[in-house]
């Protein structure tokens, strides 16, 4: 029977790469890159070997984690610079300049009803009920007004659905 491995037990090449479930390359790979110390000519320590493997792969998930970092970062300047194309060629527009047009439009709008009524008429009957007409009309575009601008600062692109609920 053999006696139950030590703390400084050495171990071959081959067995190394056996309980790593590697090849004996890549083992001595480890030991050039200084993962892994020998104990002697074709021999390592395994506690050495375990530690080295470790070590190895831990290096390898910090490299990992690293670029993926750095995929992350270069993803987000890619972004970066298509929103920038999109704005230069107007396919794509700031919140606040879409904001300050809706108001314009609206203001305009509420400008030029305003005086329909007296313009309409010098009936004061027709004319109220006239105004009731306008004001009820600036009134639900006032709240169609503030739910695309709802949906605009949410990022909701679908402003037809908005529309219909």
């Known amino acids: 029977m053999s006696e139950p491995r030590t703390r400084g037990q050495t171990i071959t090449v081959s067995q190394a790469a056996a309980l790593l479930g590697r090849s004996d390359?890549?083992?001595q790979g480890l030991v050039k890159s200084g993962y892994m110390d020998r104990a002697q000519r074709g021999e390592y320590t395994?506690?050495?070997?375990?530690?080295?493997?470790?070590?190895?792969?831990?290096?390898?998930?910090?490299?990992?984690?690293?670029?993926?970092?750095?995929?992350r970062a270069?993803?987000?300047?890619?972004r970066?610079?298509?929103?920038?194309?999109?704005e230069r060629s107007r396919e794509l527009i700031p919140l606040e300049d879409a904001k300050a047009v809706v108001g314009e439009m609206a203001a305009l709008v509420r400008a030029e009803l305003a005086g329909l009524?007296?313009?309409?008429?010098?009936?004061?009957?027709?004319?109220r009920a006239l105004e009731e007409v306008i004001d009820g009309?600036?009134?639900?575009?006032?709240g169609a007004a503030d739910k695309a601008g709802a949906a605009l600062v949410?990022?909701?692109?679908?402003?037809?659905?908005?529309?219909?609920?």
């Open 46 to 71: 395994l506690v050495g070997v375990i530690r080295g493997a470790l070590a190895y792969y831990e290096d390898q998930l910090s490299k990992n984690n690293k670029a993926a970092v750095a995929s």
């Open 25 to 27: 390359r890549w083992v």
């Open 80 to 86: 970066e610079i298509e929103l920038r194309i999109q």
């Open 154 to 165: 949410a990022g909701s692109g679908d402003l037809e659905a908005e529309r219909e609920t």
């Open 137 to 142: 009309a600036l009134e639900r575009i006032a």
């Open 74 to 78: 270069t993803e987000a300047r890619t």
């Open 117 to 127: 009524a007296a313009r309409y008429t010098r009936d004061m009957e027709a004319r």
